[in-house]
C-alpha cells in the first residue's frame, strides 16, 4: 500500500516504517501516544525550499507555532534555517535550540511590550509589524531601550487563499495585517517614528493552500504597494511572502515548495523586483508530513444496531491532536501492522469526554485491541495544539533517523501537570 505525503513513511512487507524504525517497535520502546517524526523528511522539505532560491540573497523562516519541539528547532538551525516567531516564549525556544537572533522574524498581532523588549535585546532581525498601534508601541519600547527596531509592516493584501476560514487571514475581515489602503501611509509614519527602520515588506495569506494562483495574486499587490512606497523614498530591502503551502493529507495536489518559488521569482523578476531578498515563512510544509502519532487501540465498541456506528477508541485524544475536533480535519489513520482481515468502519475516538474529540470518522480499518494506529501527516499543528485537557499528560516525542531514534520529550507525569499549582491554606 503507497501512502500519500512523505516517502520516509511507507509500509515495508506489512509493517508501518518511519525511514529504517518499523511505527510498533517505536510504540513498544517509547509508549503511546507518541509523537515519531523522519528527520530527513523535515530537511529534505527545507531543502526544497533552500534549492529553488539557491543563488539569491534568500532566507526561510521555519513558522515556529507549527511544531516547537526543541530537537525539531534544533534540525532547521543546523540547515542554516531562520525562525518566524509569535511569543517570547517561541523566542526562548529558538534561542535554546541554537538559532541565530539574526535569522528571527517576530509575527503576531499581539506583541506585548516585554515581548517587544526581550526580542530587542535578542537582536531579532526583523519585526513583522500588524498595526499601527504595534508600531506606536513599539518605537516607545526601541527608545526606551536604546535601540532600534528594524520593521516590515505586514500588509493585508486581501486576497483568498481558497481555504478553511479559520486559517485564511489575507482577506479584509481578518484580524490579521494592516489594510492595503493604509499601507503607504503607515510606511512613512514609521519612517518618521524614533526607534524605527523599515528594513521590509510581508504578508501571510493564509495556510493549507493548495493552489498556487493565491500567491501570484497577493505578489502582485504586495509588489503594487512596494512600488508605490518607494516612490516616497523609501527603501525595502525583502520581501516576505510569509507560508502557508499545504501538503497531503488525502488527495490534494499542492504544488511543490520548487514550482511555487519558481512561478514567484517569474511573476517578481518580471516585475523588475528580482534583486530583493526573498523570504518565507513556512511551518506546516516543513514538519507536516515528516511526523505521525501512534496510538493504541483500547477498545473496539460495535455498534448495537446493524445502521449504528462502531467505534475504535484509542489511547489518543483530541488534547493530543487537535485538528480533527477544531477543523473537522481529515487526517489518514492507518495500522501499524497491516492484518489480512477485511475490515470494519469505525470512528476513531479517544477518552475524553466529549463528543467531539474524535480522530476520524468512517475508516475501515482491520484492528483489535492492543493494535497501534499512526495518523499520518501529524507533524504540523500537533504536538504544537496539544493541550492537558482531562487533566492528560502530552505525549512523547521522539525523532527517526534512518535506523536510530531519540527520545526528543519525554511524556509528561501527573506530577508535572499541577506543578505551580497551590492549594489554599489549612485552617
Ligand atoms: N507566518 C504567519 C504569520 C502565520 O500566521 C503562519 C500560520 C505561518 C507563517 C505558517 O503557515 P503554514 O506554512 O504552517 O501554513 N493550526 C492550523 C494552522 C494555523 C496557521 C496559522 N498561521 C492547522 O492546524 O491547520
Redesign the pocket.
Known amino acids: 500500500m503507497t501512502l500519500p505525503g512523505s516517502p520516509q513513511v511507507a509500509y515495508r512487507g506489512d509493517r508501518l516504517m518511519l525511514e529504517g524504525c518499523a511505527v510498533t517497535d517505536l510504540a513498544a520502546s517509547f509508549g503511546t501516544p507518541l509523537y515519531a517524526y523522519s528527520r530527513s523528511a523535515m530537511l529534505s522539505a527545507l531543502s526544497a525550499y533552500q534549492q529553488a532560491l539557491e543563488g539569491r540573497d534568500h532566507l526561510i523562516c521555519y513558522?515556529v507555532?507549527?511544531n516547537s519541539s526543541l530537537a525539531v528547532l534544533q534540525t532547521f538551525a543546523q540547515a542554516g534555517c531562520g525562525f518566524?516567531i509569535?511569543s517570547a516564549g517561541e523566542l526562548s525556544r529558538v534561542l535554546a535550540a541554537g538559532a541565530q537572533p539574526s535569522k528571527v522574524v517576530f509575527?503576531?498581532v499581539g506583541k506585548t511590550r516585554a515581548e517587544m523588549r526581550q526580542a530587542l535585546d535578542a537582536g531579532v532581525m526583523c519585526f513583522?509589524v500588524e498595526s499601527e498601534a504595534e508600531l506606536e508601541t513599539l518605537s516607545s519600547v526601541a527608545t526606551q531601550a536604546g535601540l532600534m527596531a528594524r520593521i516590515s509592516l505586514?500588509v493585508n493584501p486581501d486576497v483568498d487563499a481558497k481555504t478553511?476560514p479559520?486559517?485564511s487571514?489575507g482577506l479584509k475581515g481578518n484580524k490579521?495585517g494592516i489594510a492595503h489602503e493604509r499601507a503607504v501611509a503607515v510606511y512613512a509614519h514609521a519612517a518618521a517614528l524614533p526607534g524605527i527602520e523599515v528594513v521590509g515588506i510581508d504578508c501571510?495569506i493564509?495556510?493549507?493552500?493548495t493552489e498556487i494562483s493565491p500567491y501570484l495574486d497577493a505578489v502582485d499587490r504586495v509588489l503594487d504597494l512596494v512600488e508605490a512606497i518607494e516612490a516616497t523614498g523609501l527603501r525595502l530591502h525583502h520581501l516576505d511572502l510569509?507560508?502557508?503551502?499545504?501538503i497531503t493529507y488525502t488527495d490534494e495536489k499542492p504544488p511543490s515548495a520548487g514550482d511555487l518559488i519558481g512561478a514567484l521569482l517569474q511573476r517578481i523578476e518580471a516585475r523588475g523586483h528580482g534583486h530583493r531578498k526573498l523570504m518565507f515563512?513556512?511551518?506546516?510544509?516543513?514538519v507536516?508530513n515528516a511526523g505521525v502519532l501512534v496510538a493504541e487501540v483500547l477498545y473496539l465498541k460495535p455498534s448495537d444496531d446493524h445502521d449504528g456506528k462502531n467505534f475504535c477508541i484509542v489511547d489518543a485524544a483530541m488534547n493530543d491532536l487537535?485538528?480533527p475536533a477544531?477543523?473537522e480535519?481529515w487526517m489518514r489513520i492507518v495500522p501499524c501492522r497491516l492484518r489480512d482481515e477485511a475490515p470494519v468502519t469505525y470512528d476513531v475516538v479517544g477518552p475524553v469526554c466529549e463528543s467531539g474529540d474524535w480522530l476520524g470518522r468512517d475508516r475501515a480499518l482491520a484492528v483489535h485491541a492492543g493494535d497501534h494506529l499512526a495518523v499520518l501527516s501529524a507533524g504540523?499543528?500537533g504536538m504544537s495544539?496539544a493541550s492537558n485537557y482531562n487533566t492528560r499528560g502530552r505525549a512523547a516525542e521522539v525523532m527517526v533517523s534512518g535506523a536510530e531514534s531519540w527520545l526528543i520529550r519525554e511524556r509528561e507525569t501527573p506530577a508535572e501537570l499541577f506543578r505551580g499549582e497551590h492549594l489554599l491554606p489549612a485552617r
Open positions: 513558522a507555532k507549527a518566524d509569535v509575527s503576531g513583522n505586514r478553511h479559520y486559517i487571514t490579521f501571510h493564509g495556510s493549507q493552500i510569509g507560508g502557508g503551502l499545504g515563512e513556512p511551518g506546516r510544509s516543513l507536516g487537535m485538528r477544531m477543523y480535519a504540523a499543528y495544539m
